[in-house]
């Protein structure tokens, strides 16, 4: 374990506060080399108060630093700014990394979104990648995404009473406002799904309508701001456990049942072509059914969905 991880944890474990000397005779090492090991955990964000008797870790429920994840710790991965939390998932991913890592971050100077746009993703906000490896068939792999969007608003539903819907393929909406999206990215490996990343950015204490009209965050709507780490661990803990026993069926039921997109007249823009018609269900791997001018059906695998 490293100095800074066994001075959290010296720190967490502590009944008040806990001097300099202590945690020098724990750790083995001089006052100057605990000052200097502190004065970097505060600046990567942990809340250290620090007197002439010593040292106390300050409650802080919105930090984002793995040392607060308990069992997950090792499996977290935090950045204050980082290019893309999707770009460091994917390299870990390729390097092996476990399922249920995930990539966290503070900023983002290149967020991704569908159709190679960008998320805004200013302090305050929830930006994170999880990295799964599911043992499904790489045609029901994009039911993964939705069960993310399930799990998500029905949190925000179930915690925080905000009246959270899905749009296809994975937003989450509040009123006409977009509060969460969702982007994946999967790669294949002999006819099998090696991993899917899961990009969430989810608007919390952040701004966004500043930029963007139509969009809202969890601050604006409650008119307060909300712990950013009580909002990850809960998900990852639907999360998982949906991923332990993953249903298709169940999905694709619990996606209908919350969804404002089906029953809407709808246009879906692709790279390189556009889909217009009414939406009328979404089939057994996630795809959106379209109602043409025609009479037609016509089903939609991907693309950016916008309400006529």
Known sequence: MEPKAKIFKALNEADGIISGETICAELGISRVSVWKHIKAMVESGISIAASPKGYELVADPDSLVPWYFGERQERIHYFQEIPSTMDKAIALARQGCPAHTVVVALRQTHGRGRMKRTWLSADGGLYFTIVVRPTLPVMLASLVNLAAAIDMADLLKSAYSVDAVLKWPNDILTNQHKLCGILSQMEIEGGQVAYISIGIGLNVNNA??????????????LNRPLPRREILVEFLNRFEKRMAHFDADAVVAQWKANNATIGRPV??????????????????????????????LQTITHGDCFYQ
């Open 267 to 296: 246009r879906i823009e692709t790279f390189d072509n556009t889909h217009s018609g009414t939406a009328v269900d979404i089939d057994s791997y996630g795809g959106l059914i379209l109602r043409r001018a025609d009479g037609t």
């Open 208 to 221: 966004p309508q500043n930029k963007e009209t139509t969009a809202t965050s969890l601050k604006a709507l």
